[in-house]
């Protein structure tokens, strides 16, 4: 395993690079558009060659990009003749169109970020706050006011802003915008999406925590050339996004993937969910927390204390104390249950853990992969390959953007949609 940073814009454009022919379901402008985004810029003719069509059909789309004010064309140097390249016209998503705003609303701070539709970051803004869930109003008010005041940093009118993906932990119906329950909000079954589009006036869109990392890793991490991975998150729940093909999987109602409360012990551990037996009952924060209060019989505290009570269960960890080693190595076997059960339903190219619980490295130790390996099928072929990464600050919210960025393209390019000259 390695640490390394989710974000990194180590090469340019944004967006999943899909190889040619992938995803032919989709109409051809929108393919063209996608390719040139994630591409950075690309060349007409390059286009033509990785969607097999012919030049001509190339110009005819392009020029309908342009036009509806979507592409740009550029001038760059053809590569090679020794450094002597004459001028070449490239694609290019034309910079500062369509901006969108991504929200992460979460126990401990809000955050924002403002992209625009290259996937550009403009301005980034977070606020702290207190635990606790809040109800929809205060919400709301949350939510306006980070809108409000990335705008600001980015100088920009609010009513610039196309759209606003929004995200936040819970059971989210990401289809029709319903949060089912989430630990920030204090009432369930929550028609967020609908209320924050009648605040702000802006077109919203709402997803899970795990989906929004995941979407970040795909649209500006370790994901973008990976055409199926997994995300696990772990914090206060389990958590996972999957990717198929270069897009995210949420299954057919929009609430899927909910690894954290797969059974992994029949009548077992007592979940947040009501049931018995979830993998997050013996993996996520909570988890850990009631063990090491049995344990080390350490003081029941607020919400705000768990992230002090994990603290004091690592120290007694490194220190040497047998029954704190044993609640990790407990949890990072039944981790090594959901992994290998990943692996042997999807056969993932590579999966990420990601949270702020990284550095317990007993729960992702050498053991813990060693258990994964022994429970998946024995075909002879590597295992997938496996990285934990930290979270970045504005991670959730670049996450957001890309959920926004996402569905205001397929709004704008997907299939049945008219092509309107700006
Ligand atoms: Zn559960």
Known sequence: MRQIAPIGRASVGCGPLIQPLTDTARPLRQQIFERVRAAGQMARVQLAKELCISPASVTTITSELIDAGLLEAVETLREGEGGRGRPAVALRVRPNTRLVVGIKLSDREH?????????????????????????????????????????????????????????????????????????????????????????????????NDANLVTLAELWFGAGRRLSDFAVVTIEHGVGMGFVI??????GSRGMGMELGHTKVQLDGALCRCGQRGCLEAYVADYALVREAQTALNLPLGEMQSVG?????????????????????????????????NIVNLFDPELIILSGERMRYDYLYASETLSEMHAMMLDTGRDAPQIETHAWGDLLWAHGAAALALHELTEHLLGPSRELAAE
């Open 111 to 207: 955050t924002a970020v403002l992209v625009d539709f290259a996937g550009t970051m403009l301005a980034g803004e977070a606020i702290p706050r207190d635990p606790g869930p809040m109800a929809l109003d205060a919400i709301l008010d949350a939510a306006e006011r980070l809108l409000d005041r990335v705008c600001t940093r980015a100088g920009v009118a609010r009513e610039a802003v196309e759209a606003v993906g929004l995200g936040v932990p819970g059971f989210v119906d990401c289809d029709s915008g319903v949060v089912h329950w989430s630990p920030v909000l204090l009432h369930r079954h929550v028609a967020l999406q609908a209320a924050l589009r009648a605040r702000l006036g802006r077109t919203v869109f709402v997803d």
């Open 308 to 340: 002090v009570m994990l603290e004091s269960l690592f120290d007694h960890a490194k220190a040497g104390n047998a029954a704190a080693r044993s609640i990790f190595r407990r949890a990072g076997r039944y981790l090594a249950v959901g992994l290998s």
């Open 245 to 250: 093909n270069h897009r995210i999987y949420r």
